[in-house]
């Protein structure tokens, strides 16, 4: 008889000695002949699931043995604790009822390589990594709103549509509206400033849309950008409210997503250590930094230490090919090395690019120009400098977008930021004060060679009671990839688009 509580695998702990029906998918199983463990998921968490020859019907039993990954069933039993289970219990199975048997399932437990799990993201989110990752962006983007929402800011949607440009022209992507051109958003920003001089503070969350040329581990070219935008604030102000709200972020997926932040191998210590205040650098600051002797000292290190690590990969995956060779494993010692295989050498074909960027990588920090926007490499070099993020403000006029304030004690500079994460991540959020003077902001648009009638309205801003304001964009991609030590931001998001491929 199958009962009729149903209950998810999240709160079994709450049902230790009663009968539940657990409704979910079979992850993997395995069986030692008269008992079956059926490792069950529900899209809450895994549970295992033990059923014994002796309490089921033959043909039930045997319909269990036979069933395949990510087959749908219910499972009826009783709740007991299970040291050696994960969460500590399991479910000791009365009853089953088989939904939808699945037969070769084409993601098996063992490695894939990535284009393939791209392939087939739809299934794929149904493995352990990308369910996590899921669960912590959910987390990061609930954080994110609830500090928006707690701290009086008013939550404004603006348009995908848009009809002027906010970073930057080479990265817009047309669309044909009704035989007019015009553009998916870059950003909400310019609206934001429209919006900030009604409510005072405000937000916009959405999808941020770039037709950016770049492959690169950190690029998308629709992601995810939450802004804030605040009337009457200035620098000082603006970094106090990012280091508030990237804290808050933070200290959300350590209280909720723990097991997850485990399973997925992060490091918590680093997140935990995470203080107040983060670090602050003028851009002036990390020109000296990169150029200095501590930045070559530094690279050098890290060149010894990819060096080692290659060796010791090289060593273990000699021994498995010997092993692979030699014969004679059990299918499951196959399957893990097999697996083991595939991962070394992912890991050294990524070594190998560290290894040939370094030297690259360290000649272009040391030959680094003031007046030149920090690059990818030189921001990494930068945030593996420190163990807590940094921001790094007053960027040169030239390389920075048209609205940002020129600071007006050092013309040559905006009141800018960037915030690095640690740990060699890189940027996640950008920010400025914005330019409030009529004069100064026309002038820049005209330098830009920007169409005037289009930024009329955004002029307005400054003709009609003008203030210092300003805001910053954070990235839930680069952010998740970051909180969760994921690599390629390509992970973080259900539905990845990249440039040179789009593949559901
Ligand atoms: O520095 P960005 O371009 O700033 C703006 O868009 C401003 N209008 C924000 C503002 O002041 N309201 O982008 C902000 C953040 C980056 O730090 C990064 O996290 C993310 O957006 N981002 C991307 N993420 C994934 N793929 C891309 N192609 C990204 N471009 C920017």
């Not at 709450?14 to 993997?28: A, E, T």
């Not at 930094?289 to 090289?314: D, P, V």
Request: charge should be neutral; aromatic fraction near 10%; include cysteine.
């Amino acid at each position: 008889m199958m009962p009729n509580k149903k209950v998810f695998i999240r709160e079994l702990k709450n049902y230790i000695g009663q009968q539940v029906r657990l409704d979910g998918w079979l992850y993997n199983s395995r069986s030692s002949g008269r008992v079956l463990f059926l490792m069950l998921r529900d899209g809450t968490g895994l549970c295992q699931c033990v059923a014994e020859a002796a309490n089921l019907s033959k043909e039930l039993f045997v319909q269990l043995e036979h069933l395949g990954q990510e087959s749908s069933l219910s499972v009826g039993g009783t709740i007991r604790a299970e040291p050696r289970s994960p969460g500590g219990l399991e479910l000791a199975v009365s009853d089953a009822i088989i939904h939808c048997p699945a037969a070769d399932y084409p993601i098996t437990p063992k490695e894939h390589g990535i284009d393939f799990l791209l392939k087939n993201r739809h299934l794929h989110l149904r493995s352990l990594r990308p369910w996590c990752i899921g669960r912590i962006r959910h987390t990061v983007i609930d954080a994110i709103r609830r500090f928006f929402n707690d701290n009086g800011f008013i939550l404004v949607d603006t348009p995908i549509f848009t009809t002027i440009a906010g970073e930057g022209e080479q990265t817009l992507f047309e669309v044909d509206y009704f035989g007019q051109p015009m553009h998916l958003a870059q950003t909400g920003q310019l609206y934001l400033e429209a919006a900030a001089m009604s409510f005072g503070k405000v937000y916009c969350f959405g999808p941020t849309f770039r037709a950016e040329k770049s492959k690169t581990r950190r690029h998308l070219t629709e992601f995810w950008m939450v802004e804030p935008e605040v009337a009457y604030i200035d620098l000082p102000g603006l970094l106090e409210l990012a280091e508030d709200f990237v804290f808050s972020i933070i200290q959300g997926v350590l209280r909720n997503n723990r097991a997850e932040l485990e399973t997925l191998g992060a490091d918590i210590a680093a997140l935990e250590a995470i203080q107040k205040p983060f670090v602050r650098l003028t851009y002036s600051e990390a020109a000296e930094i990169l150029t200095s002797n501590r930045t070559k000292e530094f690279m050098a290190a890290q060149l010894e230490g990819f060096l080692a690590q290659k060796k010791a990969y090289e060593e273990e995956l000699n021994q498995l090919l010997l092993l692979e060779a030699k014969g004679g494993l059990k299918k499951w010692q196959q399957d893990k090395t097999a697996g083991r295989i595939i991962e070394l050498r992912g890991e050294l074909a990524e070594l190998q690019v560290k290894i040939e960027n370094n030297p690259k990588h360290a000649q272009l920090a040391a030959d680094f120009q003031w007046g030149k926007d920090l690059g990818g490499s030189d921001e990494t070099i930068i945030s593996l400098m420190h163990n807590r993020p940094v921001f790094v403000t007053h960027y040169p006029k030239k390389a920075k977008a048209f609205y940002m304030k020129t600071d007006r004690s050092r013309e040559e500079v905006v009141e800018n930021f960037d915030l690095l994460a640690p740990a060699g991540f890189g940027e996640i959020i950008g920010g400025s004060i914005r330019e409030d003077n009529y004069e100064r902001l026309l002038a820049r648009i005209r330098q830009e060679g920007y169409n005037l009638d289009s930024y009329q309205w955004y002029l307005d801003l400054r003709k009609y009671g003008s203030v210092p304001h300003g805001g910053f964009g954070l990235g839930v991609e680069r952010t998740v990839a970051w909180l969760t030590g994921e690599k390629h931001i390509r992970q973080c998001i259900a539905f990845p688009r990249l440039m040179d491929k789009v593949y559901l």
